[in-house]
């Protein structure tokens, strides 16, 4: 049974920073590429950022760019999102997401986790 577990979430002042985490296990983690996505109220889920499965190439939507760092830790089963320079409009529920090699579709979610970023 695959599961994807993020953790890190919480409030903080705007100019602060979090760093989420993504624990999966079910999976052979190191075969999928790894994304974060975030849904703010009353909005569509949006993609935040993506690391590949093999070589670690990274993308991340305009909105972030700069300001957070995708990473995966193979050994550990683990994907990050270091998030710096945080604003109000980063408020969310991250989610983490996998998605195997040439799939199209993003296979498996996690529960998600809240980001409050305060004025």
């Known amino acids: 049974q695959v599961q994807l577990v993020e953790s890190g979430g919480g409030q903080v002042q705007a100019g602060g920073s979090l760093r989420l985490s993504c624990a999966a296990s079910g999976l052979t983690f190191s075969n999928y590429h790894m994304g974060w996505f975030r849904q703010a109220p009353g909005k569509d889920r949006e993609f935040v950022a993506t690391i590949t499965w093999k070589v670690g190439l990274t993308s991340y939507a305009d909105s972030v760019k700069g300001r957070f760092t995708i990473s995966r830790d193979n050994a550990k089963n683990t994907v990050y999102l270091q998030m710096n320079s945080l604003k109000p409009e980063d408020t969310a529920v991250y989610y983490c997401?996998?998605?195997?090699?040439?799939?199209?579709?993003?296979?498996?979610w996690g529960q998600g986790t809240q980001v409050t970023v305060s004025s």
């Open positions: 997401a996998a998605r195997y090699r040439d799939y199209v579709d993003w296979g498996y």
